[in-house]
Structure formats: C-alpha cells, structure tokens
C-alpha cells in the first residue's frame, strides 16, 4: 500500500501539472489558512464555511485540502494523497455552489457568480496525479527509490 501512494517516475509531465497547480492552489490555500493574499485566514475561513452549512470537520479538511495539498503538489510529497483532496475540494465546490451558474466562467461579469469549467480542468488535472504520481524532481520520487531498495 505504501508502495502505491509514493511510487512515481520521472515523467516531466507530470512534475509540470502538479507544480503549476500547486502554485495556482497555494494562494488560495493560503488565504484560508494564513488569511494572505486579503483572505480571512483560518477562523475566518472556517466561520465562511459554516454560514454556508458546511460542518466544520469538513470545512477544516477544505482548507487543509487546499493549503496542505498546494505544498504537497508543489514539493511532489503525498501527490496522490494531496490530489485525492483537492480533487474532492473541486467537486464539493461544484455541486455546493458553482453548477446553478453554469459551465462558464464569469469573465464579462454578466452572470451571477462563476461556472464550474474551472474546477473541470483541476479534476482533470489531479486525476492525472493521481494515475501516475508526482513525476521528476519530487520528495515521491526519493521515497520510491528508497523502497525500491527494500
């Protein structure tokens, strides 16, 4: 089991996908958890998600999802793990409160809030992490050397 969280190679892929989405997530992450980037930090993360009827076992996890899992994407640690969150984070956020707006983006401002194409492209994304693990120049690819030895 262990083997198959870690187990990557060095696909340079799949080392762009999980960086470049892990740069994209970390701000967001980081405005729930640090209150960076004019977010609300943690309390206030937590209080925004229980307005919404979110309990707070599962708005933790959300922000944990996305802070947690943007550093994991970033540093290629728990690829699997941190795509599987971010993953469930994206789907929750559709059927919550991005599907009643539509595929599209709100990008001219004409529509009440943002469509759901976004979070398409993150859960395509993170499916693919999550099929071939984190690829060249992660902490996975270490650890699978590593095991690779035992």
Same mark, same amino acid.
């Given at each position: ?16 996908? +999980?960086?470049?989405? *892990? ?32 309990? =707070?076992?599962?708005?933790?996890? =959300? ?9 994991? #994407? ?5 690829? +699997?793990? =941190? ?29 009440? *809030? ?13 499916? =693919? ?11 996975? *690819? #270490? ?8």
């Amino acid at each position: 089991m262990i083997k198959k969280i870690f187990f990557t190679d060095k696909d340079p892929a799949s080392l762009i996908l +999980r960086l470049l989405l *892990g740069i994209v997530f970390f701000p967001h992450g980081a405005q729930k958890m640090l209150g960076w980037f004019g977010g609300s930090g943690f309390s206030g993360s937590m209080e925004n998600f229980m307005k919404m009827g979110i309990p =707070a076992f599962f708005a933790f996890l =959300a922000i944990m999802a996305e802070f947690c899992g943007s550093l994991g #994407l970033i540093t290629g640690l728990l690829t +699997r793990v =941190a795509a599987f969150g971010i993953t469930v984070n994206m789907v929750v956020a559709v059927f919550m409160i991005h599907l009643k707006n539509g595929f599209f983006m709100n990008w001219f401002g004409k529509q009440q *809030g943002e469509g759901f194409e976004y979070h398409i492209l993150v859960v395509a994304i993170t499916t =693919a992490l999550m099929i071939k693990g984190a690829g060249l120049w992660s902490v996975d *690819g #270490l650890i699978t050397s590593k095991l690779k030895k035992h």
